[in-house]
């Protein structure tokens, strides 16, 4: 998921997250604030999406930001690793 300064505010964000980890999909965010606009600007930090989605097993609330990882496209060098992000999300989700 791609996180910028209104995502986690967003109607369909929370069901589409849920609805990827019902159906077993790898889970991560990738924070694109850094990313400079044809201006030469850069945004707001959005807040965590996964910040508001929670499991709870055993009874124990589980936040989805504790669980699924969230990299920064710049700081990260995302072009770079991208692919071994989503790897990583898949290897996790078992698929």
Known sequence: MLIGTGTSERKWVN???IKSYEDGKGLLGV???NILDKYGYKAIK?????NNIY???GG???YF???YPTYDWVTDDGYK???DWVED???KARR
């Open 15 to 17: 069901y589409e997250i």
């Open 31 to 33: 924070d694109i604030h």
């Open 46 to 50: 959005g807040g965590n999406p996964f």
């Open 55 to 57: 499991i709870e097993p």
């Open 60 to 62: 124990k609330r589980e």
């Open 65 to 67: 930001s504790t669980i």
């Open 81 to 83: 690793n991208f692919g």
């Open 89 to 91: 999300a898949a290897r």
